[in-house]
């Protein structure tokens, strides 16, 4: 459905684009887990595309490592925590950002983001008003002291080792208007591409993120 794209940021990047077949309800940046814009996004923005929206996944590891796509082993996991660090976050909000703009012709933008991407689009709920909805970000308690200048949704698997109830609490309370939901499941729980997929917990969430687009972007 989709195609890779050159995307405008401070330096070029890739990004993969989905267009609907209809005419789109708006725009939603589809913002990658650490594992690099992989076939798992990508079939993010497809679905996202299917539902109606113009999907766009900025390559957030691009400015310091063109192409990236790991897999979710050992190895998978170690390159991406060490390219988190060289990127951080505010090189990612920069891409969110002319992302954003790239499919601003789509009318409301939004976000979705998983794992360190779940973070990234609470902080751009932040930075750049952009309604989100983040799916396990493992980082979202740093970001908590500082309010949200759009709506957000947030996801989390009770399993998840990652993060700790207190985390989840905390989060909850500095959000108190957008629903928090939880999970009996792990941590990555939406990739089908991993061992800890759930799809009860993955269909239910979608269903879900849908109807917070349906609400703030369409």
């Not at 050159?6 to 684009?17: F, N, R, V």
């Not at 409301?108 to 990234?120: A, E, I, K, L, P």
Request: glycine share 12%; charged share 15%.
């Amino acid at each position: 459905m989709g195609q890779m794209i050159t995307l405008h940021s401070d330096t070029p990047i890739g990004a993969y684009l989905a267009e609907p077949a209809n005419p789109t309800r708006g725009g939603i940046v589809v913002i990658q887990e650490i594992f690099g814009v992989n076939e798992h996004i990508r079939d993010v923005a497809d679905r996202v595309a299917a539902a109606g929206y113009t999907a766009i996944a900025p390559a957030l590891f691009d400015a310091v490592q063109p192409g990236v796509e790991l897999g979710y082993d050992a190895g998978g996991i170690s390159q991406g925590i060490a390219l988190m660090g060289q990127v951080g976050f505010e090189r990612p909000l920069q891409d969110v950002a002319a992302a954003a703009k790239y499919i601003a012709h789509a009318g409301r933008v939004g976000t979705v983001g998983f794992c360190w991407g779940g973070t990234v689009a609470y902080a751009a709920a932040i930075e750049l008003g952009l309604p989100g909805v983040s799916y396990y970000g493992g980082g979202n308690t740093h970001f908590v002291g500082r309010p949200a200048r759009a709506p957000l949704m947030f996801h989390y698997g009770l399993k998840d080792a990652h993060i700790s109830a207190d985390d989840r609490a905390k989060v909850a309370a500095a959000n108190p208007d957008a629903p928090l939901y939880e999970y009996d499941a792990d941590h990555g729980f939406n990739c089908d591409r991993r061992a800890s997929y759930d799809a009860a917990s993955a269909e239910l969430a979608w269903a879900r993120t849908l109807a917070f687009f349906a609400e703030h972007i369409g």
